[in-house]
């Protein structure tokens, strides 16, 4: 079975600051990797994902993410945030082939103060 | 393209009623999830259907929960007898299935439940 483990519930940064968003896995299997946004009241936006290639990932927003294999570990960055990236943010894995349902994390709090 | 949208947005029910939510995916996507979100934590699988064919469920679906595809279009997710454990953001995703954008999932408002 596959585990996702977002070591921080809440992060609060200052604007224009930068960010890392910590994110672990557990998988006897491949696995894609995905980071989803949530804001209040709303479904998951997918910010970025990872498939296989470059373990560097650029998404939407300015945000980032670099898979690393040997710390099986997915952590989201972005140099400088805004007011409007205060959300809720998810890691979550699939195993490839077969139902590929998301496996996710408990989230993490980004609060962005001015 | 539309997005996926789920109706209601919002169902208060008292405990031992039944419910039902809808989700009408992307059009042409064939494959359409379920999850549920309760507070602070995140998403958990329920189901999954390719088409008509509902393919996986999971230990938390249970018997007191049935979801159908009939037509392999919408989704319905229908709770019998609900109890307050049920409270959640009931979330439905959906995706194409054999093509290079078979992973990626979009998923809708959700229909938040709460059973009083």
């Known amino acids: 079975a596959q585990s996702v483990t977002q070591l921080d519930s809440q992060v609060p940064v200052f604007e224009e600051a930068p960010v890392e968003l910590r994110c672990n896995y557990s998988s006897s299997v491949s696995v894609y990797l995905f980071w989803y946004v949530q804001y209040p009241n709303q479904g998951l936006q997918l910010l970025l994902k990872y498939l296989s290639g470059s373990t560097l990932v650029k998404g939407i927003n300015g945000f980032e993410a670099e898979f690393n294999k040997s710390q099986t570990s997915f952590h989201l960055r972005k140099p400088s945030v805004h007011i409007s990236d205060t959300a809720e943010y998810f890691c979550?894995?699939?195993?490839?082939?077969?139902?590929?349902?998301?496996?996710f994390g408990k989230g993490t709090k980004l609060t962005v103060n001015p | 393209d539309t997005g996926v949208s789920q109706n209601p947005r919002h169902k208060i029910t008292k405990r031992g009623q039944n419910v039902t939510f809808r989700c009408d995916p992307i059009?042409?996507?064939?494959?359409l999830y379920w999850y549920r979100q309760t507070l602070g934590q995140g998403p958990e699988f329920l189901t999954y259907?390719?088409?008509?064919?509902?393919?996986?469920k999971s230990r938390l679906l249970s018997d007191r929960f049935s979801a159908e595809r009939p037509k392999g279009s919408f989704s319905t997710l229908e709770i019998q007898r609900t109890e307050q454990g049920d409270s959640a953001m009931y979330l439905c995703?959906?995706?194409?299935?054999?093509?290079?954008?078979?992973?990626?999932?979009?998923f809708g408002p959700g229909t938040r439940l709460t059973v009083t």
């Open positions: 059009s042409e996507h064939n494959r």
């Open positions: 259907f390719q088409n008509e064919a509902q393919l996986e």
């Open positions: 995703a959906s995706s194409i299935w054999g093509t290079d954008k078979t992973v990626e999932q979009y």
């Open positions: 979550a894995v699939s195993v490839r082939g077969g139902s590929e349902k998301l496996v």
